[in-house]
């Protein structure tokens, strides 16, 4: 379909050249794969993201030059996977990584300090264990998140799980580059697909050739379980469920974290509630969502290419009316249907088919061995020898799934072997806290996140406890940046790296996920974040009203009430 504009050709941002002109992301990728070089041009470095990497370089030693590695994402829907494809990404770490292993934030997994002649080694050893890297990152729908927990007796779950599976399958890029270029023996590589008819879309039916304007983000939760965070996703598809079963979803659409503050255009969001769909009309109306953002998002600024800035530019109503067409028939109104809960699955759970699961949480997603914490060889021990399926959560821990009553007592004592702490032995705010990595390879850190926010965590257990508040559930996400990777816009508490070694503070999110929180202090000084927070935790105790939640308790006083209640204590 073509756009409904009769206004000048704007001028499209390079990214969008750059795909244009890839051949269905292709590109100089084979040939710059074939160079002497340790690192990617322009072109190639937009055009890698889709197939699932990142190219970096390690901003601690830059002083002495560049030192180019890569990230690879895996992409891995619900992050359901076994224990041999674990064991294969930890081989990977070892041997062509930086020997760490890190869970995401939408469930997938990552390996660091790839080298660009190991890159085709490491993408085809991925592919050999039925996993992919494609579409883990770039302008396309990424990694489907769902809420992880494996309660069998419960069919809702699995009829989540198959959706996401669905939703992968059908949304993933059809072009042939992937295959060709990581794939294919390069000694009888075939020719690819060529054309792509007069549209475009013969190749990519649902991307055309030049993708989308922007990432794409898609979440599938419950009312009593939004631990895929579908709020913050550019689609959200809340379940509704009767007599055990999944009757339909609500559609969210428009949210996003990623902003930026010298752009007053930019800006978080929270999906909206758009319509209800049947179980079948699922795939086909997120589709039409996804085919209305390639048709009309912004191409010319990437700033504001997400679709949340064209449901803002156009209204809700006007949005649905479209997805409707795209969709090629009237969509239902959404049901009065809201969350309530968030279950991150961690701790020992029955699955309700007479096996267990146990999640744990593994902080800020890093699997790997330091000192006396050896998570990372702890997991070669379970896998090899219980070989239980897993499930990776949206909080960046790790769920053993399918395992015999008596399993328990092992999995713990190979845990506490290698210094691993066990889910119940971890405090609420550890357990509720996420960074993301940030220093020393993100290339868009501001300050640090993940290597900071640990020791930070350690002093606020310790107030909390002098506070008598050590039980207290609230969620802390960090990012090194205004991005948002770790969602940190609809969090309890909120820390942002604004400037070297400040953070911007937000209060006033929640656990569940459905509220955008608020900033409560800008450029704060590293050492200064744990002592602004514990005088808003002073006053929280003292003014709380039973039951209340940190983050219910800050929206409900405001932002000034809070300021000057905190002013007058200093």
């Not at 659409?253 to 179980?279: D, E, H, L, R």
Request: proline fraction near 5%.
């Amino acid at each position: 379909m073509s756009r409904e504009t009769t206004s000048k050709p704007v001028k499209l941002s390079p990214v969008e050249g750059f795909k244009q002109a890839s051949d269905y992301l292709r590109g100089p990728i084979a040939e710059e794969l074939a160079d002497d070089n340790d690192f990617f041009g322009k072109a190639s470095i937009q055009l890698l993201k889709h197939h699932g990497t990142y190219q970096q370089d390690n901003r601690d030693t830059r002083k002495s030059g560049k030192s180019y590695s890569f990230m690879v994402r895996t992409a891995i829907p619900g992050g359901k996977l076994t224990s041999a494809q674990l064991l294969a990404e930890l081989d990977l770490c070892d041997e062509l990584g930086d020997s760490t292993l890190r869970i995401t934030t939408r469930q997938g997994l990552q390996l660091h300090g790839v080298l660009k002649s190991n890159l085709r080694e490491t993408i085809c050893r991925i592919n050999e264990t039925q996993l992919t890297t494609l579409a883990a990152c770039g302008d396309v729908e990424r990694n489907v998140m769902c809420s992880p927990c494996p309660y069998h007796g419960d069919p809702v779950y699995d009829q989540l799980q198959t959706l996401a599976d669905q939703l992968a399958q059908h949304l993933q890029p059809r072009t042939t580059a992937y295959h060709e270029l990581w794939l294919t023996d390069q000694e009888t590589e075939k020719k690819h697909l060529a054309g792509g008819g007069a549209a475009g879309h013969d190749i990519e039916p649902i991307y055309g050739p030049t993708y989308l304007p922007r990432k794409f983000k898609i979440g599938i939760g419950l009312p009593g379980d939004n631990s895929a965070d579908i709020y913050s996703q550019d689609l959200g598809l809340l379940a509704v469920c009767k007599d055990w079963n999944v009757v339909g979803y609500n559609v969210l659409v428009g949210g996003g974290f990623g902003t930026t503050p010298s752009a007053a255009k930019t800006f978080p969001a929270i999906a909206q509630p758009m319509c209800f769909v049947s179980p079948t009309q699922a795939i086909d109306v997120a589709t039409a969502v996804i085919k209305v953002q390639r048709d009309f998002g912004n191409r010319a600024d990437r700033k504001v290419a997400r679709l949340k800035y064209l449901i803002h530019n156009w209204g809700l109503e006007r949005f649905q009316e479209k997805v409707a067409e795209y969709y090629g028939s009237p969509l239902a109104p959404p049901r009065s249907v809201h969350v309530t809960e968030i279950n991150d699955g961690m701790g020992w759970h029955a699955q309700g088919d007479g096996r267990w699961f146990y999640g744990l949480n593994v902080e800020n997603g890093r699997i790997k061995d330091e000192g006396s914490f050896r998570l990372k060889t702890a997991l070669r021990v379970i896998c090899s020898k219980l070989a239980p399926s897993l499930r990776l959560t949206p909080h960046q821990g790790l769920i053993f799934c399918d395992l015999a009553e008596d399993d328990l007592s092992y999995l713990q004592q190979v845990l506490r072997e290698h210094g691993v702490p066990l889910t119940e032995d971890i405090s609420p705010a550890r357990r509720w806290s996420m960074a993301c990595p940030a220093l020393p390879t993100c290339g868009l850190a501001i300050t640090e996140s993940e290597r900071i926010l640990p020791s930070m965590i350690d002093q606020l257990e310790t107030e909390l406890k002098h506070l008598g508040l050590q039980e207290e559930i609230f969620t802390t996400r960090m990012t090194g940046c205004p991005n948002g990777c770790a969602r940190p816009y609809n969090a309890d508490v909120g820390l942002v790296g604004k400037a070297l070694d400040k953070y911007t503070i937000f209060l006033g999110g929640r656990r569940q996920g459905d509220r955008l929180n608020f900033i409560y202090a800008d450029k704060v000084p590293t050492a200064e974040v744990v002592p602004t927070l514990v005088k808003v935790f002073e006053y929280f105790k003292d003014a709380r009203q039973a039951g209340e939640a940190f983050g219910d308790f800050c929206q409900r006083l405001g932002l000034e009430a809070l300021r000057a209640l905190c002013t007058t204590k200093g």
